[in-house]
């Protein structure tokens, strides 16, 4: 009988953002333990549904959260990221937490040492409250996690458990990856805010590698300003990633938090293979684009964009056979239909095909410099629609690839609904320009929210 007022409270701390959560703590207002207690009901309640966790333990978080609350208590300088619980994708290492990247080959794997962005977080302050499930090594064959707007439809992958942890309110923030479409299109299809930043910006140093080239580092959260507050901790420079580069700190929570000097531009882009897009999805997008008025114009992208997706499906599967050799070593038999084709696939592709390949990605981003002469960010579609029927597959990441294959920021923001389904449109931003595409998600985000607003 005593649960149900805690549950109540916990629902209050739930419903705030990660950044009122963050500064709740800092202020006294809300104690680490209170934040991770919350998260703790919210994830016993609902998990047995949705099957966000490959592992949880809320002893362990618990004890952060003391640890945290204790060292609060001394007076001493505070991380940014002090008290708020974190999800981590089942494919980043932190020490002494199982990390199986989604196969049994993989079964009881400990880490020795903590990933870049395992280190960063914890020193930041965060609560590692699990890691959240993941298809079978990140690529195609479905895991258990279910999506929790509705379970009979996908939840995305192969970051799937990050995007319903988020998504069902057992976490405030997760961590993600994308080497096709696997930040975008799950944050689409469970309706939550997803960020893919420039390629090389966060450091995959014990991170499971399955294309070098493409492999991108990424977040989940509710909000725009919440993702911009992760990734500023996550963002940097390491020797042991030959993409990252030394940077100045991105200050993307000040950056998007700012006003724009002047209403943002949006280039309105149909990408190669609309004709995948359900007609849902275009009129949406029409309609949105309409919405924006004189802020937004129509382009086509040049028709050397039309060979995007085969080269960037050249390079993937020619480094995930690389990378995933000794596991077809180990027990090609225990891997799924779905990745042993793939690396079947990789392993016959040409050299001189696959380093062809490679030098698509700076001649295709050369073709985008007028599109970005004209306007702030690209407005286009995250997926050809909302979450689609059955758990056999994880969806078509066809508009997301382009976008990985060149290494430019994107974001999900879930401003669309389908019969119940989210349906996220997808916002593109230059090289190194996270911070603006941010900030003109956040006022895409705040424009619908104001009409929605006048329409109630």
């Known amino acids: 009988m005593t649960a149900k007022p805690a549950f109540r409270g916990a629902e209050a701390i739930i419903s705030l953002s990660a950044v009122d959560q963050r500064d709740r703590i800092a202020s006294g207002a809300l104690r680490a333990e209170e934040v991770t207690e919350a998260y703790i009901a919210r994830i016993n309640a609902t998990e047995p549904d949705i099957h966000a966790w490959a592992w949880f333990d809320p002893d362990h978080a618990r004890a952060q959260a003391r640890s945290l609350d204790a060292y609060r208590g001394t007076g001493r300088p505070i991380g940014p990221l002090h008290g708020v619980p974190v999800g981590l994708k089942d494919i980043i290492d932190a020490v002494k937490i199982p990390t199986a990247n989604g196969t049994s080959l993989d079964e009881g794997r400990m880490p020795e040492h903590d990933s870049f962005v395992a280190a960063k977080l914890k020193a930041a302050g965060a609560v590692i409250m699990g890691k959240t499930a993941i298809t079978e090594l990140a690529y195609l064959h479905p895991g258990p996690t279910r999506n929790p707007v509705n379970p009979e439809h996908t939840p995305g992958g192969s970051s799937s458990g990050s995007a319903a942890a988020v998504a069902a309110g057992q976490v405030p923030l997760s961590i993600g990856t994308q080497t096709g479409g696997s930040l975008i299109r799950p944050a689409a299809f469970c309706g939550t805010v997803g960020f893919k930043p420039t390629f090389g910006a966060i450091?995959?140093?014990?991170?499971?590698?399955?294309?070098?080239?493409?492999?991108?580092?990424?977040?989940?959260?509710r909000t725009v300003r919440d993702v911009a507050l992760i990734a500023d901790v996550i963002f940097g420079h390491d020797q042991n990633d030959r993409a990252t580069s030394l940077a100045p700190a991105p200050r993307l929570?000040?950056?998007?938090?700012?006003?724009?000097?002047?209403?943002?531009?949006?280039?309105?882009?149909?990408?190669?293979?609309?004709?995948?897009?359900?007609?849902?999805?275009?009129?949406?997008?029409?309609?949105?684009?309409?919405?924006?008025?004189?802020?937004?114009?129509?382009?086509?992208?040049?028709?050397?964009?039309?060979g995007a997706r085969a080269a960037h499906g050249r390079i993937y599967l020619?480094?995930?056979?690389?990378?995933?050799?000794?596991?077809?070593?180990?027990?090609?038999?225990?891997?799924?239909?779905?990745?042993?084709?793939?690396?079947?696939?990789?392993?016959?592709?040409?050299?001189?095909?696959?380093?062809?390949?490679?030098?698509?990605?700076?001649?295709?981003?050369?073709?985008?410099?007028?599109?970005?002469?004209?306007?702030?960010?690209?407005?286009?579609?995250?997926?050809?629609?909302?979450?689609?029927?059955?758990?056999?597959?994880?969806?078509?990441?066809?508009?997301?690839?382009?976008?990985?294959?060149?290494?430019?920021?994107?974001?999900?923001?879930?401003?669309?609904?389908?019969?119940?389904?989210?349906?996220?449109?997808?916002?593109?931003?230059?090289?190194?320009?996270?911070?603006?595409?941010?900030?003109?998600?956040?006022?895409?985000?705040?424009?619908?929210?104001?009409?929605?607003g006048e329409a109630s």
Not at 203 to 221: C, E, K, M, Y
Request: aromatic share 8%.
């Open 253 to 306: 929570l000040e950056t998007a938090s700012t006003s724009p000097p002047l209403p943002p531009v949006f280039a309105f882009v149909k990408p190669p293979n609309w004709e995948m897009a359900t007609q849902e999805t275009q009129d949406a997008l029409a309609e949105i684009a309409e919405f924006l008025g004189q802020q937004c114009f129509e382009v086509d992208l040049p028709v050397a964009f039309d």
């Open 203 to 221: 450091p995959r140093t014990g991170i499971l590698a399955q294309s070098p080239s493409l492999d991108t580092v990424g977040v989940f959260a």
């Open 318 to 452: 020619a480094e995930m056979a690389k990378c995933y050799h000794t596991y077809e070593r180990r027990g090609r038999d225990l891997l799924s239909e779905e990745l042993r084709t793939a690396i079947d696939a990789g392993k016959a592709i040409p050299a001189r095909d696959y380093i062809a390949a490679l030098d698509w990605p700076d001649v295709l981003y050369a073709g985008l410099s007028e599109v970005f002469n004209r306007c702030d960010v690209i407005l286009t579609a995250a997926a050809p629609g909302p979450a689609p029927l059955g758990i056999e597959s994880t969806g078509d990441a066809v508009f997301n690839s382009l976008w990985t294959l060149l290494g430019v920021p994107a974001v999900t923001l879930p401003v669309l609904q389908v019969d119940g389904l989210p349906m996220g449109v997808q916002l593109v931003g230059r090289r190194g320009d996270d911070g603006r595409l941010l900030r003109a998600a956040l006022w895409l985000m705040e424009r619908v929210a104001a009409t929605e």
